[in-house]
């Protein structure tokens, strides 16, 4: 079976062939990794009531988990601007309403930190070079390949490398809507509060870009090749800020309308 994907945008036919890439990490309690943000791993409990309990291996009938994770520290996540705004905005209402499309233009670039100081910063140049073939192209989501897949650990108190200044600003000049990465956050781990690529990215609260997301923690496989795609944008139906997702890659080839 062949899955053959045919996408008009922007005086342009992306077309793609093939099965689609999975780049998401998953909330894993059994091995506790990845984990983020000082909140240790996710866990999974057996249900312990009257007597009863929730394993098979201990004598129940059936496994029945209480499962503790948070979506911002324990995998792949797509988040909206109610993670660092004081409003109801939940992501699960972007993927219903539709303002989070199933099939999304993409550029998958590779963006390999760079030593600054004592921290490790994605460059705004990463991005630059692209800049002409994204004015012409107009993909609606970015996806930046910062590591080199070991993405499963404990990120911590690492102080991991997040964006350069400016950097969201250029995506958004760009009109880019979905910014992904394989990062704990766009922003530095510690930076008092601060979080300037989020709220650049996210739009002022006067006038925020709708339907704007990030996503992070993803693993984006190093034998990938960088470029064009389709990104399918599968997100968890939960009602809040963030939801655990499943971005799927599908590499593209573009060509302009006859």
């Known amino acids: 079976m062949a899955l053959r994907i045919e996408l008009d945008h922007a005086s342009h036919v992306w077309r793609?062939?093939?099965?689609g890439v999975d780049l998401s990490v998953p909330v894993n309690p059994h091995s506790g990794l990845p984990c983020a943000w000082y909140r240790g791993p996710?866990?999974?409990?057996?249900?312990?009531s009257n007597g009863w309990v929730g394993s098979v291996a201990e004598g129940g009938s059936v496994n029945f988990r209480d499962v503790a994770f948070n979506p911002h520290a324990h995998g792949t996540h797509t988040e909206t601007r109610e993670h660092v705004r004081d409003?109801?905005?939940?992501?699960?209402?972007?993927?219903?309403?539709g303002a989070l499309p199933f099939l999304v233009p993409s550029l998958l670039i590779d963006a390999?930190?760079?030593?600054?100081?004592?921290?490790?910063?994605?460059?705004?140049?990463?991005?630059?070079?692209?800049?002409?073939w994204m004015r012409t192209h107009q993909p609606s989501a970015v996806i930046l390949r910062c590591t080199h897949g070991d993405?499963?650990?404990?990120w911590s108190q690492t102080n991991p490398p997040y964006l350069d200044a400016g950097f969201a600003e250029e995506l958004v000049a760009q009109g880019v809507q979905h910014l992904l990465?394989?990062?704990?956050?766009?922003?530095r781990e510690?930076?008092?509060?601060?979080?300037?690529?989020?709220?650049?990215?996210?739009?002022?609260?006067?006038?925020?870009?709708?339907?704007?997301?990030?996503?992070?923690l993803l693993c984006v496989p190093i034998g990938l090749q960088a470029g064009p795609g389709l990104l399918a944008m599968q997100v968890a139906p939960f009602v809040h800020d963030a939801a655990p997702s499943r971005p799927l890659w599908f590499p593209a080839t573009i060509e302009a309308h006859k």
């Open 87 to 97: 409003e109801f905005h939940p992501v699960d209402a972007l993927a219903r309403s």
């Open 112 to 132: 390999h930190p760079e030593s600054v100081e004592d921290d490790w910063v994605v460059p705004l140049s990463a991005l630059a070079r692209h800049a002409p």
């Open 181 to 187: 990465l394989d990062l704990p956050s766009v922003d």
């Open 42 to 48: 996710a866990t999974a409990e057996p249900v312990r």
């Open 16 to 19: 793609s062939t093939g099965n």
């Open 151 to 154: 993405v499963q650990r404990d």
């Open 190 to 216: 510690v930076d008092g509060g601060e979080l300037r690529a989020h709220h650049a990215f996210f739009g002022p609260v006067s006038s925020p870009r709708e339907g704007a997301t990030i996503s992070e």
